[in-house]
């Protein structure tokens, strides 16, 4: 028997998919638009949210459907951990990935999926839907409070 969680024994690669899903926190930051420079690599995030998103709860609407509803979903699973660059510097997946402990509020260490929302983390109210966005105006629609 071992202390040790699996997030700090197990690589991104060797977790079962139960223990991958957990150290999801619901931020749902990956699901807003983003802009990437193409001469500096540097990548803005919009409040611009998938049309799957529950604005409510920042959450997707249909999670399990999402990668053949929308067709550039990105399953994080097969993302390359270069790729995980573009998610937030919070993202459980991309922390692991650079060598980083999971944040201090992560839900898998509080034992609540509310401390994403008490860490100011979730986009949950403060999005606007693809669908009523301008989506050729993105650059308008550029938010500061995602830390990439
Ligand atoms: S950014 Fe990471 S932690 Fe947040 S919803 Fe997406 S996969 Fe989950």
């Known amino acids: 028997m071992t202390d040790v969680p699996f997030w700090e024994s197990k690589s991104l690669d060797e977790m079962s ?7 999801c926190d ?7 638009h983003k802009l990437v420079n193409d001469d500096t690599g540097d990548v803005f995030y919009t409040r611009v949210a998938c049309r799957l998103l529950d604005p409510e709860s920042g959450r997707c ?7 053949e509803i929308v067709e550039d979903c990105l399953d994080v699973r097969q993302m390359r951990h270069a790729e995980l660059s573009w998610m937030p510097r919070t993202c459980a997946y991309r922390r692991l990935a650079e060598g980083k402990p999971l944040p201090n509020w992560h839900p898998l260490l509080i ?34 409070w995602v830390e990439i």
């Open 17 to 23: 998919n139960l223990e991958w899903e957990s150290l």
């Open 26 to 32: 619901g931020c749902g930051q990956c699901c807003l």
């Open 61 to 67: 609407g249909r999670y399990a459907q999402r990668l």
């Open 111 to 144: 034992g609540t999926s509310d401390s994403v929302v008490t860490a100011g983390v979730s986009i949950a109210d403060r999005t606007i839907s693809e669908q009523a966005a301008k989506l050729d105006d993105l650059e308008a629609e550029i938010i500061d």
